[in-house]
C-alpha cells in the first residue's frame, strides 16, 4: 500500500468513526451550553460563575459528578450535570481544558 | 451496496474530507467567501454571528437591524423600580464589529426575496445571502385585548416588555401610585417571552411599594393561566415577602407538604393572584377610566400593566415565515424554516416546542445553528444538538432569587427538556435563595458579555 492511500484509509477510518458516532454531542456542542453563565469558551472575571477555560480534565469531570450526585451543594448545578452523559462530560473536559487559562494567553 | 461500490463510495467520501481538512474548513471550490445575513441584532442575531465568526472566520456574517443600540429586556423590569438605570441596559455593537468582524447595516427590512436569496432594506438596498437568520423576537396581538393598541401602550397602559419608553413610563406612574393604590399586572398566556418574568415584576413592584412608604398598595396579578414556571418559589417568597396567601382555588394544584410551607396570613396581602378559573382573563381595558375588565369583573386601577398574547416578531409575519400559529415552524435540527429554504429562524420568533422563550434559549440556539450553518456551508452533515436554559429571577427583594433551568435534547424531531428537578426545591435553603439571587444579579452581566462582547 502506498503512502497517499494510507493517508487516505486514516482519513476514511476518521470519518467513519463520525458517521457511527452521529447521535454524539461533541465537546464544543455541549460545553457552548456553559456559556451564558460561565462565559465565552469559559472565560469569566469578576463574577460568581467559576471560569471554566483552562480548567483541568479531571478537576470539570470530578466537578461535574460530585454536583449530580449531590455530594457538592449548590443551586442549579446538580440537576444541570445529571442531564449529561459521562461521555458528554469528558467531551466538555477535554473543550475547556484546551485552552489557556489566561485569554489570549499561551497554555 | 456491492463491494465496488462501497470503495467508490469511500473514495469520494475520503476526497471530499481530505479536501476539507487541508483547507480548515474551506472547500478548494468555493468561488467567494458564503455570506450569512442576520435580521435582527438581539440576543439570538447577536449570539449567532459573534460565535459563526469565532467559527469561522472564512464567513462573511452582516446584522441587519433597526436601531443603533439594544436595550437588553432580560432584568429591564429592575429599570421600574430604580434598581439599575436605562444605560445599564443599554448595549452597544462595538465588540461584535471591532472584536469579530461582524458587518452591521443599521436599516429597515422591507422584504426578502426567498428564490433569489436576497434581502431588501427600507434605503432602497439589496443584500444577497448564502443562508439567512431571522431573529426578530417578538409583536404583541392587541386585538386581543378590547380597548387596547400601540398607541395607548406608548402613552397609558405601558407593557414594557420590549424596553424602552415604556420603561420609563411604568417608573414614573409607579412613583404616582397614591397611598394605598392599586398596581394590576396582567401577564400573557402561553407562550411568551420569558415566562417567570412578569410575576418577578409584580414582586419587585411590591417590594418598591414597601419600602417606599407605601406598604397599603395593591399588586393585583390578573392571570389567563393556572399555573406559571416558577411558581412554587415565587408565591412562597410572596408570601413570605408580601403577605400573600395561595388563593382557595390554587390548593389542588400543590402538595400537602408545598401548602404547608404558605399557611394563610389574617391580613389580605400586598400581592393578589386572580388565576385563569379564578376569571383572572383580562378581557379589555378602558385607559380613560383607568378599568380593567376581566372575567372576574371590572377592577379600577391607579397603574395598569398589561402584557398583551405574543406572536412572533413582525418581520416573520410579514415575510410569511410564521404559520397560522402566529409562530415559525422549523425543522429543529438546524433551525432552518421549512417554508423557506436556506433560513433559519431562532430566537423567540421559533417553534420551539419544551425550550421557553428566553434570552438563554435564544442565545444557545444562536450557537448550535453556528455550528450548524458552518457545516451546511462546508458541505458537511450538522451535528447533534444540545440546548441549554437558565432563567433567573427575583423574586422581589434584591436577597431572594429564584430559578428555572433545563437541559433540552432533539427526541423524535422535537426538542425536548431532560427530566430533572428545574427549580430549587420547595424547601431550599435561605442561603439557596441568597445565591440565586447574587447569580442573577451575575448573570445579567456574564450572559451580556458572551451574546454582545
Known amino acids: 500500500m502506498n503512502k497517499v492511500s494510507k493517508a487516505l484509509l486514516i482519513v476514511i477510518g476518521l470519518t467513519g468513526l463520525g458517521t457511527a458516532q452521529a447521535g454524539k454531542v461533541s465537546g464544543e456542542m455541549a460545553a457552548q451550553t456553559c456559556a451564558g453563565c460561565h462565559g465565552t469558551h469559559g472565560y469569566i472575571e469578576n463574577s460568581a460563575f467559576m471560569p471554566l477555560a483552562g480548567m483541568s480534565e479531571e478537576h470539570f469531570i470530578s466537578a461535574m459528578k460530585a454536583f449530580a450526585d449531590g455530594s457538592r451543594p449548590g443551586t442549579l448545578m446538580g440537576p444541570i450535570a445529571m442531564a449529561f452523559s459521562d461521555e458528554e462530560i469528558r467531551a466538555m473536559a477535554e473543550y475547556f481544558a484546551q485552552f489557556p487559562k489566561e485569554r489570549g494567553g499561551q497554555q | 451496496m456491492t463491494a465496488i461500490e462501497r470503495r467508490d463510495f469511500l473514495k469520494l467520501l475520503g476526497a471530499s474530507t481530505l479536501a476539507g481538512v487541508s483547507l480548515n474548513g474551506k472547500t478548494a471550490f468555493a468561488t467567494a467567501q458564503p455570506h450569512v445575513v442576520v435580521i435582527g441584532g438581539g440576543v439570538g442575531g447577536a449570539t449567532f454571528s459573534k460565535y459563526l465568526r469565532l467559527a469561522d472566520e472564512g464567513i462573511k456574517v452582516t446584522i441587519i437591524e433597526k436601531n443603533r443600540k439594544y436595550l437588553r429586556p432580560y432584568g429591564s423590569s429592575e429599570v421600574i423600580t430604580g434598581h439599575i438605570s436605562m444605560d445599564d441596559i443599554t448595549i452597544t455593537y462595538d465588540a461584535l464589529?471591532?472584536?469579530?468582524?461582524?458587518?452591521?447595516?443599521?436599516?429597515?427590512?422591507?422584504?426578502?426575496?426567498?428564490?433569489?436569496?436576497?434581502?431588501?432594506?427600507?434605503?432602497?438596498?439589496?443584500?444577497?445571502?448564502?443562508?439567512?437568520?431571522?431573529?426578530?423576537?417578538?409583536?404583541?396581538?392587541?386585538?386581543?385585548?378590547?380597548?387596547?393598541?400601540?398607541?395607548?401602550?406608548?402613552?397609558?397602559?405601558?407593557?414594557?416588555?420590549?424596553?424602552?419608553?415604556?420603561?420609563?413610563?411604568?417608573?414614573?406612574?409607579?412613583?404616582?401610585?397614591?397611598?394605598?393604590?392599586?398596581?394590576?399586572?396582567?401577564?400573557?398566556?402561553?407562550?411568551?417571552?420569558?415566562?417567570?418574568?412578569?410575576?418577578?415584576?409584580?414582586?419587585?413592584?411590591?417590594?418598591?411599594?414597601?419600602?417606599?412608604?407605601?406598604?397599603?398598595?395593591?399588586?393585583?396579578?390578573?392571570?389567563?393561566?393556572?399555573?406559571?414556571?416558577?411558581?412554587?418559589n415565587m408565591l412562597q417568597a410572596w408570601h413570605r415577602l408580601y403577605n400573600f396567601s395561595i388563593p382557595e382555588g390554587a390548593r389542588k394544584l400543590y402538595t400537602e407538604e408545598q401548602l404547608a410551607t404558605m399557611p394563610d396570613h389574617l391580613e389580605p396581602g400586598m400581592i393578589e393572584w386572580v388565576m385563569g378559573e379564578m376569571g383572572g382573563r383580562v378581557l379589555g381595558v378602558d385607559p380613560d377610566a383607568m378599568v380593567v375588565e376581566t372575567e372576574a369583573g371590572k377592577f379600577k386601577a391607579d397603574m395598569i400593566n398589561?402584557?398583551?398574547?405574543?406572536?412572533?416578531?413582525?418581520?416573520?409575519?410579514?415575510?410569511?415565515?410564521?404559520?397560522?400559529?402566529?409562530?415559525?415552524?422549523v425543522e429543529r435540527k438546524t433551525f432552518e424554516s421549512t417554508l423557506a429554504k436556506n433560513v433559519h429562524v431562532i430566537g423567540d420568533s421559533s417553534i420551539a416546542d419544551d425550550m421557553p422563550k428566553s434570552g438563554y434559549s435564544a442565545n444557545s440556539q444562536a450557537k448550535v445553528v453556528a455550528l450548524q450553518i458552518k457545516a451546511l456551508l462546508a458541505g458537511e452533515e450538522p451535528g447533534t444538538p444540545i440546548w441549554q436554559n437558565t432563567c433567573y429571577a427575583l423574586a422581589g427583594n434584591t436577597d431572594y432569587g429564584i430559578f428555572v433551568s433545563d437541559v433540552f435534547r432533539l427526541v423524535d424531531g422535537k426538542i425536548r427538556r431532560m427530566p430533572y428537578q428545574r427549580f430549587l426545591p420547595f424547601d431550599a435553603t435561605e442561603i439557596q435563595y441568597k445565591l440565586s439571587a447574587m447569580y442573577q444579579q451575575n448573570w445579567m452581566r456574564a450572559f451580556t458579555e458572551d451574546c454582545f462582547a
Open chain 2, 97 to 232: 464589529r471591532d472584536k469579530y468582524g461582524v458587518n452591521f447595516i443599521f436599516d429597515e427590512v422591507i422584504g426578502i426575496d426567498f428564490d433569489k436569496q436576497r434581502v431588501r432594506t427600507a434605503s432602497g438596498s439589496n443584500i444577497n445571502y448564502d443562508k439567512l437568520v431571522v431573529a426578530p423576537g417578538i409583536s404583541f396581538d392587541f386585538d386581543a385585548i378590547e380597548g387596547l393598541d400601540q398607541e395607548i401602550a406608548d402613552t397609558k397602559i405601558p407593557h414594557a416588555w420590549i424596553p424602552g419608553k415604556q420603561t420609563e413610563l411604568m417608573a414614573r406612574q409607579l412613583k404616582a401610585v397614591p397611598k394605598g393604590g392599586t398596581i394590576v399586572v396582567a401577564p400573557p398566556p402561553n407562550p411568551y417571552r420569558c415566562p417567570p418574568g412578569p410575576y418577578e415584576r409584580a414582586g419587585l413592584l411590591a417590594q418598591w411599594l414597601k419600602e417606599h412608604g407605601n406598604p397599603t398598595a395593591k399588586v393585583l396579578v390578573f392571570d389567563s393561566k393556572n399555573r406559571f414556571t416558577t411558581d412554587v
Open chain 2, 306 to 329: 398589561i402584557i398583551p398574547p405574543h406572536k412572533a416578531g413582525k418581520l416573520a409575519l410579514k415575510t410569511g415565515l410564521a404559520d397560522e400559529s402566529g409562530w415559525c415552524p
